[in-house]
């Protein structure tokens, strides 16, 4: 069975840091892009970054570009992402998704797997 369960989310004031991660097992984690995708609050989904197969590159979505940092760890079967100067607008489900696909995959539709979402409130 696969499954992509996200964590790390919570409720954090602006400027703030949050860590999200996501432990994939049930597929070959290594051989799949993967990807951050967000819903904000009455919003369709938005693709936030990406990263390729073995985490040679990496993609981001104009607002998260300088302030967000995507990861794996292939022998963990673990994605990730760093988010730091966090605003309120940033307030979204954020889920984790996987492609098969060389490169990165730059889109929030299509994807072959998705998680369940963790829930990230930037506010004072």
């Known amino acids: 069975e696969v499954q992509l369960v996200e964590s790390g989310g919570g409720l954090v004031q602006p400027g703030g840091s949050l860590r999200l991660s996501c432990a994939a097992s049930?597929?070959?984690?290594?051989?799949?892009?993967m990807s951050w995708v967000r819903q904000a609050p009455g919003k369709g989904l938005e693709w936030v970054s990406s990263?390729?197969?073995?985490?040679?590159?990496?993609a981001y979505e104009d607002s998260a570009e300088g302030r967000f940092t995507i990861s794996r760890d292939n022998a963990k079967n673990t994605l990730y992402l760093q988010m730091d100067m966090l605003k309120p607008e940033d307030t979204a489900v954020y889920f984790c998704?996987?492609?098969?696909?060389?490169?990165?995959?730059?889109?929030?539709?299509?994807?072959?797997?998705w998680g369940k979402g963790t829930l990230v409130t930037v506010s004072s």
């Open positions: 998704a996987a492609k098969y696909y060389s490169g990165t995959y730059s889109r929030a539709d299509a994807m072959d797997y």
């Open positions: 990263v390729t197969d073995e985490g040679g590159n990496t």
């Open positions: 049930g597929f070959i984690f290594k051989r799949y892009a």
